[in-house]
């Protein structure tokens, strides 16, 4: 079964700094990767996803991850983060054995400090 | 607008007494999940369905049930054999394709006094 393990539970930058966030993933096949971000008390809201159609994969805003096959990883990045960027990040991978449902890994929360 | 409708947001009960979460989606997907989010342990699958009167487990199902006799919705019991209920619980929905993403409700708060 697929899986996806996110270094890091929690990440903090400085405004305006590099956001890297880390999502490894273990599949036998190609998989299908989604990055999603929460804000405190809502819901789960996509930034990207990988369907094999390119591995740098630009989301909204702001992000992207690319993949990387020969690292199994999947990594999110931000260039300059803002203060609007503070929540909490889950990647997640489809589980192709298994009716196709969405595995998620704990999550990292990323702080970003004025 | 098209979207996924989870109710109530905020929800408290007794201990003991079984309590029902319902989640709507008026996106024509087919298939519907139940997450349970803890701090600090992700999103833990509780049930899914990929079709209407169809449904499995997913890991950690002890104490919940589910039905979906409709498309467009899969409410959720959690019942007194549940020993930990208190935790944030998620609705969401696909078309159910491997290349497609999960559109989430806005979530329920369960606590259990």
């Known amino acids: 079964a697929q899986s996806v393990t996110q270094l890091g539970s929690h990440v903090s930058v400085s405004e305006g700094a590099l956001v890297l966030l880390r999502c490894n993933y273990s599949s036998s096949v190609p998989p299908y990767l989604f990055w999603y971000v929460q804000y405190p008390n809502q819901g789960l809201q996509l930034l990207l996803k990988?369907?094999?159609?390119?591995?740098l994969v630009k989301g909204i805003n702001g992000f992207e991850a690319e993949f990387k096959k020969s690292e199994t990883s999947f990594h999110l990045t931000k260039p300059s983060a803002h203060m609007s960027d503070a929540a909490e990040y889950f990647c997640?991978?489809?589980?192709?054995?298994?009716?196709?449902?969405?595995?998620f890994g704990s999550g990292t929360r990323l702080l970003v400090r004025p | 607008d098209g979207g996924i409708t989870q109710s109530p947001k905020y929800l408290f009960r007794k201990e003991g007494q079984n309590v029902t979460l319902s989640c709507e989606q008026n996106?024509?997907?087919?298939?519907m999940y139940w997450y349970r989010q803890d701090p600090g342990q992700g999103l833990r699958l509780i049930y899914y369905?990929?079709?209407?009167?169809?449904?499995q487990k997913g890991d950690i199902a002890e104490g919940y049930s589910v039905s979906r006799e409709k498309k467009e919705s899969f409410p959720l019991t959690v019942t007194s054999a549940q020993k930990n209920p208190t935790a944030f619980y998620l609705c969401?929905?696909?078309?159910?394709?491997?290349?497609?993403?999960?559109?989430f409700g806005q979530g329920t708060r369960l606590t259990v006094v």
């Open positions: 990988y369907t094999s159609a390119a591995t």
């Open positions: 369905s990929q079709i209407v009167n169809d449904f």
């Open positions: 996106l024509n997907h087919d298939a």
């Open positions: 997640a991978v489809r589980d192709l054995d298994s009716s196709y449902k969405l595995i």
């Open positions: 969401a929905s696909s078309p159910g394709t491997e290349n497609t993403e999960a559109f």
